[in-house]
Nanobody, 114 residues
Framework: VQLQASGGGLVQAGGSLRLSCTAS????????MAWYRQAPGKQRELVAR???????NYADSVKGRFTISRDNAEKTVYLQMSSLKPEDTAVYYC?????????WGQGTQVTVSS
């Protein structure tokens, strides 16, 4: 597995979850690390992205509630999700882009109950 994601689960509305995703030793020179999500019947969408030397950006729907961070030494990206809403329910995928290619994690389910 090139990208190993964890941290999903079931949480009540208003709760918090932290996702993490670690790249394998075979992935290096990482530029972009990001989280996407896909809800049933919807297209995959960008949630948050962090780019070396170029900061972070977020989907409007999660601004102020989600925080993306990365540990370059550990090749890990995190997504701290707070004030979760039922509409945040989706499969969350981590994404990494290097100078050699792009990689996707296997997805982790986040379910927010009302």
């Amino acid at each position: 597995v090139q990208l190993q994601a964890s941290g999903g689960g079931l949480v009540q509305a208003g709760g918090s979850l932290r996702l993490s995703c670690t790249a394998s030793a075979r992935i290096y020179n990482i530029n972009v690390m990001a989280w996407y999500r896909q809800a049933p019947g919807k297209q995959r969408e960008l949630v948050a992205r962090t780019t070396n030397g170029d900061g972070t950006n977020y989907a409007d729907s999660v601004k102020g509630r989600f925080t993306i961070s990365r540990d370059n030494a550990e090749k890990t990206v995190y997504l701290q999700m707070s004030s979760l809403k039922p509409e945040d329910t989706a499969v969350y995928y981590c994404y990494v882009k290097t100078m050699f290619g792009e990689y996707w994690g296997q997805g982790t389910q986040v379910t927010v109950s009302s």
